[in-house]
């Protein structure tokens, strides 16, 4: 997304529901040369954030440890693991109650 305006990051994320979604936004600011707490700010501003992204985020300040150069935050990258076994699971049990 290089050179594009801030205003377009922002266009897209007036509501942010998940960590995901906060990560993304706040490593495109930091990309685009702000610091960790004018990019806080700005996000802060701008955008309707969830008790959760609140919380896990800004209120632990966990948004400090992001740079623009990660990839997904450990956490998350937890989270998307137990789902996908989940989903594994329940498509496995499925297939098993077909095949019966």
Same mark, same amino acid.
């Given at each position: 997304?290089?050179?594009?305006?801030?205003? &377009?990051?922002?266009?897209?994320?007036?509501?942010? /529901?998940?960590? $995901?979604? $906060?990560?993304? =936004? *706040?490593?495109? *600011? =930091?990309?685009?040369?702000?610091?960790?707490?004018?990019?806080?700010?700005?996000?802060?501003? /701008?955008?309707? =954030?969830?008790?959760?992204?609140?919380?896990?985020?800004?209120? /632990?300040? $966990?948004? *400090?440890?992001?740079?623009? /150069?990660?990839?997904?935050?450990?956490? *998350?990258?937890?989270?998307?693991?137990?789902?996908? &076994?989940?989903?594994?699971?329940?498509?496995?049990?499925?297939?098993?109650?077909?095949?019966?």
């Amino acid at each position: 997304m290089g050179n594009c305006p801030v205003e &377009k990051y922002l266009e897209c994320c007036s509501e942010i /529901n998940d960590r $995901f979604s $906060f990560d993304l =936004l *706040l490593r495109k *600011l =930091l990309e685009e040369g702000y610091e960790h707490e004018m990019a806080k700010d700005i996000i802060i501003h /701008n955008c309707s =954030l969830s008790l959760l992204v609140w919380q896990e985020r800004i209120h /632990n300040e $966990f948004y *400090l440890e992001i740079t623009e /150069n990660d990839g997904m935050a450990e956490d *998350l990258m937890e989270l998307a693991n137990e789902l996908t &076994k989940e989903h594994l699971a329940m498509v496995n049990w499925k297939r098993y109650w077909e095949w019966k």
